[in-house]
C-alpha cells in the first residue's frame, strides 16, 4: 500500500451558512453533490473533487484530543487569490518556504481554522514577502 494524497478534510461547524459562503467566496470553491447522510452539512469542490466536508454541530465542541494544526491546497493564480483577499478585507501571512520556489499564503476561515494556500513558480519571485 501507498498512501496518496489528501483527500478531504471534515469540519465540524455551528456556522455552516458562513462557513460554506467564505469557502465559496475566498477560496473559489463549489457546494456540490452529497450523500443523503442524516446529519445537515456541504461538500465544497476544488474541481471535481470533495475536498471540504463541512458538518453541521451544535457547537458543543469536537471530540476529546481532535487537534488539527492546518490543512493546505496548491493553487494557481496567486495574483487574483491575492487580490481577492484584500478584496474581502481577509487578514493573512505570506511566506517563503526557504530554500523552495514555494509561497504559503497562510490564512484563517471563520471558525479559526488555518489554511495555507501554496504557489511554485509563476509570479512568486517578485513577492514582497
Known amino acids: ?10 469540519l465540524r461547524t455551528a456556522n455552516l451558512e458562513a462557513m460554506t459562503e467564505w ?30 466536508h463541512l458538518v ?5 465542541g469536537t471530540p476529546s484530543g481532535l487537534q488539527i494544526e492546518h490543512f493546505a ?14 478584496e474581502n478585507e481577509i487578514p493573512f501571512r505570506a511566506r517563503r518556504v526557504p530554500g523552495t520556489e514555494l509561497v504559503q499564503i497562510n490564512l484563517w476561515d471563520p471558525d479559526g481554522n488555518h489554511i495555507h494556500v501554496d504557489f511554485t ?8 514577502l
Open 1 to 10: 500500500m501507498q498512501i496518496g494524497k489528501l483527500d478531504h478534510v471534515n
Open 23 to 52: 469557502y465559496k467566496r475566498i477560496l473559489g470553491m463549489t457546494a456540490g453533490d452529497r450523500p443523503a447522510f442524516q446529519f445537515p452539512g456541504v461538500w465544497l469542490y476544488c474541481g471535481g473533487d470533495a475536498a471540504v
Open 56 to 60: 453541521q454541530s451544535d457547537g458543543g
Open 73 to 86: 491546497f496548491s493553487a494557481t493564480g496567486i495574483d487574483s487569490f491575492l487580490a481577492r483577499l484584500r
Open 121 to 128: 513558480g509563476e509570479n512568486t519571485d517578485g513577492l514582497d
